[in-house]
């Protein structure tokens, strides 16, 4: 089974890249979607009960925050991957500006997060880390040996 954690600042492409790639294999678990952590954390328990394959689709910038994910999937013997959004903020910040309603964020909350930004490694407990950049509406995916 899987556990894949995106990792990457607002606007970074990170929820069009699970719709195109793995919407149709993988339980989506979003704050954006559940808005609370008690939902959050049922999804995740039903996905263990169940054995199903999950993205964790946030933020996830500081190694603290990714702790909790990867600890529960070792416990249910997943294999925990890191997906990496690799963008500038001033591109972020541009898709942003392309975005309406509650989609759209504040640009101080982009910028808070990629300032506390912690790029993933394999000492957290990664199996597999795999950094994701655009370009040309296109995402390039290259996997990474132990950190980015």
Known sequence: MQAII????????????????FFNSHIRISMDLLNTRNKENKFLD??????????????????????KYIALAKENKYEVIAYYFESSIESAIERNNLRTGKEKIPEIGIRGCYKKLEPPAKSEGFDKIYRVTASNNEFIIEECKDEI
């Open 6 to 21: 995106f990792i990457g600042i607002q606007a970074s492409g990170k929820s069009t890249y699970y719709k195109t790639n």
């Open 46 to 67: 039903t996905c263990f009960l169940t054995q199903s394959r999950f993205v964790v689709d946030n933020t996830n910038p500081t190694i603290e925050e990714r702790k």
